[in-house]
């Protein structure tokens, strides 16, 4: 977005507000946040209510004010408003059946920067447009990209990550990388919904949480507008298998399949051609593909170049800044949100790419920065929803690399198998004795075996709970299609310890209710 293009797009839509040159901006500010996304605007409002004269300053290099980005995969698509573009404020509608906006709040909340060090109330205000090259810790001075500085008491990093691309589509022909994009702002969900509109083919790379969300929700879309193929390719056997054991990722993508999403698994990419309208994808399966754009969702990487010439420290394998349990890389410096990589006292050092850690962090980093000094100790969650029967949510450790044990209700008794037991146990052919199934039935006598049984039909993983294990504790619960339990995941997962049976843990959550 910090183009020229971007920023040419930015002042046609009548976006760009902020100072033309950053002389304008302050000099010295009491609160500097880096990076204008969710940990920042959540710190913002830790910030004032704990210190209500509060003058911050984002200085973000987006070209609009803090939005969130969960509904640029999922609701908007699901909003009826086929004929704006963009569509006004990015409203969609909430599961409530509310309204709402993509932002977080509209622009009168904001106060101009060159008004801010006189503003009597304080309060935010956001440069847009203008990115940070260094912080020097020491003199608690931030540097722009032009060199212009800004001194601070208290100072946020929270500059998120930026989507990865492929090495092959990153070094090919101009006229081919015009037919790839990323997918992570509202100029791409604009973008991304021309093509759907013209009833376009969209090729998605990646099984991963924008991969799998954007599939079902195009495919949704180009249902209702009659038109428009979307493929889903990726090395992986199944949907989401990052997170979800090998039984649940193939089950899911048989589910993505029914909703219209042509998933191509165990595939990568070979070569891409261009032909005058589209790109010829030719697969290492030996399928070609004709496509009109190609979303590349493969992940994204923390966004930590001012950390070298910082002198900030980013971890190895991670990524991200690293900090306490603070939340602190130095003194008076925080990092928040995508960026940060903390230490959690229960689970140890982990970054945490989603939308509630960041609240959550920059919530607690925004506290510190008035003088808490409070650890990070509450687990954040996280959700996903993949069309009308998949909604779930996670805590902790939800890694499908860890031993899990699964317990599911089945949705009604009329199978046509039963067993004496109440509950019987398998394992799940392809992942040796890693994950456990538990199929458990609602009837209190009969119970269901779950077979692996090629021939036998899938069971219905409607409705349940899986636990990750590490050291026979539970470090990661995942709630499927059970909704109002993270507060007896997190209390579970705070327990901190081993459990004879893992089904009687199972049934505190209620599965059939
Ligand atoms: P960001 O929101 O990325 O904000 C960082 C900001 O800093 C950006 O504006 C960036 O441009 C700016 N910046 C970077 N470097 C600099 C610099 N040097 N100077 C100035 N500014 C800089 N999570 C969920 O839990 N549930 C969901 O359903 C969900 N859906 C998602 C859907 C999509 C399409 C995407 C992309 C993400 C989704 N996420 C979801 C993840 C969630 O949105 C992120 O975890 C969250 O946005 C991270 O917040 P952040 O503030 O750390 O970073
Ligand atoms: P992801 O980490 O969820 O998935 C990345 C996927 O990329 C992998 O599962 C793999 O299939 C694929 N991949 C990685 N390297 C590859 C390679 N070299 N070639 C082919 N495929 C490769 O990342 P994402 O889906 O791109 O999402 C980006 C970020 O947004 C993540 O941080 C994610 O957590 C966040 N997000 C979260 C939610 C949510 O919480 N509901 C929703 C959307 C996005």
Redesign the pocket.
């Known amino acids: 977005e910090n183009t020229p293009e971007g920023k040419k797009r930015a002042q046609l839509a009548g976006l760009l507000t902020s100072p033309d040159s950053s002389e304008k901006l302050p000099k010295h500010v009491p609160y500097l946040i880096i990076g204008g996304g969710t940990a920042a605007f959540s710190a913002f409002r830790s910030i004032k209510s704990n210190d209500a004269k509060a003058k911050v300053l984002i200085i973000s290099n987006e070209n609009r004010k803090p939005y969130m980005r969960?509904p640029l995969?999922k609701e908007l698509w699901y909003t009826p408003n086929a004929n704006e573009d963009p569509i006004k404020d990015y409203r969609f509608k909430q599961w409530t059946g509310s309204e709402r906006s993509l932002f977080f709040e509209p622009d009168e909340f904001f106060v101009d920067p060159e008004k801010l060090e006189d503003s009597v109330n304080g309060g935010i205000a956001v440069a847009q447009g203008f990115a940070v090259k260094k912080v020097d810790a020491q003199s608690r001075t931030v540097t722009l990209n032009d060199g212009y500085k800004i001194t601070y008491n208290e100072c946020l990093i929270a500059t998120g990550?930026a989507?990865k691309n492929?090495p092959m589509f990153r070094d090919a022909a101009p006229n081919v990388r015009e037919k790839v994009m990323v997918y992570r702002t509202p100029d791409d969900f604009d973008r991304l919904r021309r093509y759907a509109t013209e009833k376009r083919t969209i090729a998605i790379?990646?099984?991963?949480?924008?991969?799998s969300?954007l599939a079902c929700s195009l495919a949704h879309y180009s249902k209702e507008n009659g038109g428009g193929k979307v493929y889903q390719i990726?090395?992986?056997g199944g949907n989401m298998?990052?997170v979800l054991p090998n039984y649940l990722s193939r089950w899911t993508m048989s589910k993505m399949k029914n909703q219209g999403v042509c998933v191509i698994p165990n595939a990568?990419i070979k070569s891409a051609t261009r032909d005058e309208e589209s790109l010829k994808l030719e697969l290492n399966n030996g399928m070609t593909l004709l496509s009109d754009i190609v979303v590349i969702?493969?992940?994204?990487s923390p966004n930590t170049n001012l950390a070298s010439p910082s002198k900030l420290e980013v971890d190895r394998s991670l990524g991200g800044f690293v900090v306490n349990a603070e939340l602190e890389a130095r003194r008076n410096l925080y990092v928040a949100g995508?960026a940060s990589c903390f230490y959690d006292p229960l689970l140890g050092r982990r970054r945490v790419?989603?939308?509630d850690h960041s609240v959550v962090s920059g919530k607690l980093a925004g506290e510190n920065m008035t003088g808490a000094k409070k650890p990070y100790v509450h687990q954040s969650m996280?959700?996903?929803d993949l069309g009308p029967e998949i909604g779930y949510e996670g805590i902790g450790l939800a890694d499908s690399s860890l031993p899990t044990v699964g317990v599911f209700a089945l949705p009604s008794a009329t199978e046509g198998r039963s067993s004496t037991d109440n509950l019987t146990e398998n394992r799940d052919a392809d992942d040796g004795s890693k994950h456990t199934i538990i199929v458990n039935e609602k009837s209190q006598t009969d119970a269901v075996t779950c077979q692996d049984d090629a021939n036998e039909e899938q069971p219905n993983y409607g409705r349940g709970v899986i636990f990750y294990l590490k050291n026979e504790k539970i470090v990661g619960v995942l709630l499927w299609n059970l909704f109002n339990r993270v507060g007896l995941a997190r209390t579970i997962i705070n327990q901190n310890k081993k459990y004879d049976d893992l089904n009687e843990v199972a049934k505190l959550f209620e599965i059939h209710s």
């Not at 969702?297 to 994204?300: E, N, R, Y």
């Open positions: 969960p995969s990550c989507p492929l790379v990646g099984n991963g949480f924008i991969g969300e990726f090395q992986e298998s990052k990568s969702c493969v992940g994204c995508d790419e989603h939308h996280f959700w996903s």
